[in-house]
């Protein structure tokens, strides 16, 4: 991973073979399910977020963002990186599809001021939190939202 330097009078890190095909898998499968969401996306916005029509493709969107989730635990990140920021990143991206899946189980029981309140939840989770943790790692497919 490539990791931003801090300043100081240290040289900067040059990535490794490694470290690069670490980012580059890990941005393959963010562009992947990114790929999928956004036509999802799309849908959810054409029925209304908060109608009862886009439950369905809110589950899939939650279903595709678990796959994608799924298979960045199976990439192991190189220890010359930051394994640590990494396991946060991953607990980030776990909770915000855990939030997703809530989000249609809210909308499909009524309950709108509840999903607009989560809604707001998910996406300040992901501005504050996961797209800083990706960018920070050098996966920056996985910083876009």
């Known amino acids: 991973m490539v990791l931003a330097a801090c ?17 580059a898998r890990a941005n393959d499968i963010c562009a992947e399910t990114e790929s999928a969401t956004d036509m999802l996306g799309d849908q959810i916005e054409s029925a209304g977020l908060h109608s009862p029509e886009s439950v369905r493709y809110l589950k899939a ?29 991953l607990r980030s991206y776990e909770e915000n599809v855990v939030k997703l899946e809530q989000l249609a189980a809210l909308i499909k029981s009524g309950a709108v001021d509840d999903a607009r309140s989560l809604e707001e939840d998910i996406n300040t989770s992901i501005d504050d939190v996961s797209n800083p943790l990706a960018a920070e ?9």
Not at 7 to 23: N, Y
Request: glycine residues 10%; proline residues 11%.
């Open 61 to 89: 969107a939650a279903a595709a963002e678990r796959s994608g989730l799924d298979q960045l635990r199976r990439l192991t990140p190189p220890s010359s990186g930051d394994p640590a920021r990494y396991e946060e990143f």
């Open 7 to 23: 300043g100081g009078d240290e040289p900067a890190t040059t990535p490794t073979p490694l470290e690069d095909t670490f980012v």
């Open 137 to 145: 790692l050098g996966i920056d497919d996985c910083a876009s939202g």
